[in-house]
């Protein structure tokens, strides 16, 4: 054998050797995968899926209580208030076992509509029924990827099961699997030229949660008309339906108070670092707050102003600028399409782990694509950044000043990938005649939004932070303090709620003390030394309470006690389709029937006595919003012309009344003398001040404001107004 023949053959068997490692190699790889995909199928099946099947959990009541409340014919005006729809909720049988706490701040009323089908059955049957309609949506968002990316089933279904804010979304009864849906059907039509239509399901998406409507913003950078009208479209008439369904009233609520509340990252807790949104960490770090936030780097708001805004539009606008005009290379726009998304959640204000189910659909886009071109490092890469993101055991802890910045790996591993993103459109980018004009016309455009966005955030924070040196501290667990009352012993009474429901608490010297309850304790009122509790369930009661008298009820099926200053009389509400009747009760003369006070004409919010009898109150109409009337002794009706107007107050001595005057989109306390007619404001901030009480020397209030804290998640204050 010829040296050159030995040297072929040993060359030979090293290729065959190094084949069969590389073969070994693969089948490992495979072997791992199958593993994991069962190990995950196995938790999906014998963990996820029983626990989001067995509870109603967190979401899913928020949204089914609005919608039975459209179906049933309730007025839905006031679902933005956090203890009247808890009062519908308890009302609904759904209890504390099944969901302590309902809100629906800050979903849109059009996600509410979209559940009113599934109101026919009770709560948690409508939920199972949710869930099995969310995964036939996973099943079909699989097909869509698979015919998108050309991923072997195998991957797709990994990405999926491994996607564990997928899993909180249907333990949740959240709405993130219809947007992946909605945007991945939507992109899969925009490849195949259907844009008109791909640009409607993005109009339903943004009317469902706010953020897909930006990409009116990636429509016009492709300079595509088409699309962008069909986006518009799809939006406008989803809306119309919602007007439609609800009403002008609740939109018109949702547009003027609760939209800008969420659009600065307000709407909840914005100090909470669970959210790990960049709204959450600025707040933690620039601004002081009380009970949420009482140890911030530094306090200053007018930095938070101007850097949350400026930061948003950094971490947007490569993005923006990567994107092409071109529709000819599917796989750039598929590119383009998803690193817009990964954009979009890393400078949403309000974060939530089950928004990152949306994440599986631009790492399959680009997972297909790093796997088709070799980069099997940057393939990697991603990998590494979709398990972190959606890794769902990060640990919070309460930390203060600079350490806050250790409390965000959710964050960082999030903006990681936008930057992998931009590096890979970058690198796949074909240069296009893009006019000079056209560059800076998108320059001026995008620093036109920060300029607003700055200007719109300085002019809420005028006088928001001014008041802190009257604030009641309570506790840092009190997601609500409202409904406050003075009483005689110099204790304040308040209604709070946490996290396990609503519950009657007292202010004194020695700190806060909590009322013992066995369901939501939700209004409250005093005369002397006799007290009456509303508490709301299945079976909704006043209990009355006095010393050395066992706790009785007083009456049942009525909300929203209140007494007389000298104990005579007791005003509470009867409700009819979520309307409320005023009605007055004697308390010192057993023979006499209670009084009807209102029609059906009148929906009473809040009420409040005169010394003499006389009670004024808060009450829409089908033909005028909120103002304020009067009920003489002899009880005639008449109008205060004061509109716009809610939760009176009137002083022990009758001299004063305090009432909220809506302004704005900000409910601001107002005071007026009872005998000269004279008014004027006592608060002017961008923040609502409600829910007054008097002391007993007539001339110091105390009232609930949301001021630097989230919408409706009030805290006390206490103020002199009288000298």
């Known amino acids: ?55 109603l959990n967190t979401d899913f009541p928020n949204y089914y209580v609005t919608a039975r409340l459209l179906r049933e014919g309730y007025s839905t005006n006031r679902v933005y208030e956090w203890i009247w729809i808890q009062r519908q909720k308890d009302r609904m049988g759904i209890g504390p076992a099944d969901q302590p706490v309902v809100g629906f701040i800050p979903h849109t009323p059009f996600s509410a509509l979209l559940m009113r089908p599934l109101t026919y059955w009770p709560p948690l049957a409508a939920k199972r029924i949710w869930i099995v309609c969310n995964l036939l949506l996973v099943a079909a968002v699989v ?22 804010p997928l899993l909180r979304n249907l333990e949740y009864g959240q709405y993130y699997i219809v947007l992946l849906f909605l945007l991945t059907a939507a992109l899969w039509l925009y490849v195949r030229e259907k844009r008109f239509s791909a640009g409607m399901l993005i109009g339903v998406a943004a009317a469902l949660k706010l953020f897909p409507a930006l990409f009116l913003i990636y429509f016009l950078r492709k300079r595509d008309l088409r699309a962008g009208l069909g986006l518009m479209t799809g939006a406008l008439v989803s809306v119309a339906a919602s007007v439609w369904a609800f009403g002008p009233g609740l939109h018109r609520i949702y547009l003027t108070q609760v939209l800008p509340w969420a659009l600065r990252g307000e709407a909840n807790d914005p100090y909470n670092l669970r959210s790990g949104s960049l709204s959450s960490l600025l707040h933690r770090v620039l601004i002081y707050e009380p009970e949420w936030n009482p140890h911030p780097l530094t306090h200053a ?26 529709r000819d290379d599917w796989r750039q726009v598929e590119m383009e399409w998803s690193s817009f998304i990964v954009a979009l959640l890393a400078i949403s204000t309000l974060t939530a782990f089950y928004h990152f189910t949306l994440l599986l659909l631009p790492v399959s886009v680009m997972a297909a694509m790093f796997w088709q071109e070799g980069e099997r490092l940057t393939l990697g890469l991603l990998l590494i950044l979709y398990l972190g993101i959606c ?14 910045f250790l409390s965000m790996p959710r964050l960082y591993l999030l903006l990681s990938l936008v930057v992998l993103c931009c590096v890979s459109l970058s690198r796949r980018r074909k240069e296009e005649g893009e006019h000079r004009t056209e560059r800076w016309i998108w320059a001026a455009a995008l620093c036109g939004v920060v300029v607003f966005q700055v200007a719109t955030t300085l002019h809420h924070q005028r006088g928001v932070y001014e008041s802190r040196a009257a604030r009641l501290i309570t506790s840092p667990e009190f997601d609500l303090s409202s409904e406050p009352l003075a009483r005689a012993d110099g204790q304040v009474a308040f209604i709070t709620m946490r996290v396990d429901g609503y519950a009657e608490a007292s202010l004194d010297s020695l700190g806060v003390h909590l009322r013992p309850n066995t369901a939501d304790q939700l209004s409250h009122t ?50 009819h389709s979520g309307k409320g009747e005023l009605w007055i009760r004697p308390l010192q003369a057993s023979h006499r029937a209670d009084t009807q006070v209102t029609n059906a004409n009148f929906d009473v919010e809040e009420m409040s006595f005169l010394p003499d009898g006389s009670l004024i109150f808060a009450a829409s109409t089908a033909d005028s919003p909120s103002a304020l009337y009067m009920r003489t002794q002899d009880g005639s009706i008449h109008p205060l012309n004061v509109s716009d107007a809610r939760y009176p107050a009137a002083s022990p001595d009758g001299r004063w009344l305090v009432y909220s005057l809506l302004h704005r989109g900000a409910w601001n306390l107002w005071l007026q003398d009872l005998q000269s007619g004279a008014t004027r404001r006592l608060t002017d901030a961008d923040c609502n001040d409600i829910a007054t009480t008097w002391q007993l020397d007539s001339k110091t209030i105390i009232y609930a404001s949301d001021c630097g804290r989230a919408l409706w998640s009030t805290a006390l204050y206490r103020r002199n107004v009288v000298r």
């Not at 593993?35 to 099947?53: H, Q, T």
């Not at 089933?153 to 990405?159: F, P, S, T, V, Y």
């Not at 990060?394 to 600079?402: D, E, R």
């Not at 050395?548 to 200053?565: D, G, I, K, Q, Y």
Request: proline share 7%.
């Open 301 to 326: 708001p007018a930095v938070f102003a101007v850097l949350h805004p400026l930061l948003q539009m950094l971490i947007l606008v490569p993005v923006i600028y990567l994107i092409t005009s071109r």
């Open 391 to 404: 890794f769902p055991k990060w640990p919070v802890a309460a930390a203060g000043g600079w350490r806050v």
């Open 1 to 55: 054998m010829s040296f050159d023949t030995a040297q072929a053959d040993a060359a030979t068997i090293s290729s065959a050797s190094t084949h069969t490692r590389a073969s070994l190699l693969k089948r490992l790889i495979l072997l791992g995968e199958w593993l994991l995909l069962l190990a995950a199928v196995a938790y999906i099946g014998g963990r996820a899926l029983p626990k989001a099947w067995q509870r």
């Open 143 to 164: 097909s869509l990827l698979r015919s998108l990316t050309q991923l072997p089933w195998r991957g797709i279904a990994l990405l999926t099961c491994l996607n564990f």
């Open 526 to 575: 005093a005369a002397a030394e006799t007290s009456w509790i509303e508490e709301a369930g299945t079976r909704r009661q006043i209990v009355r309470s006095a010393p050395n008298e066992p706790a009785s009820v007083e009456l049942t099926n009525a909300e929203n006690p209140v007494a007389s200053p000298d104990g005579r009389w007791l005003a509470y509400l009867l409700t």
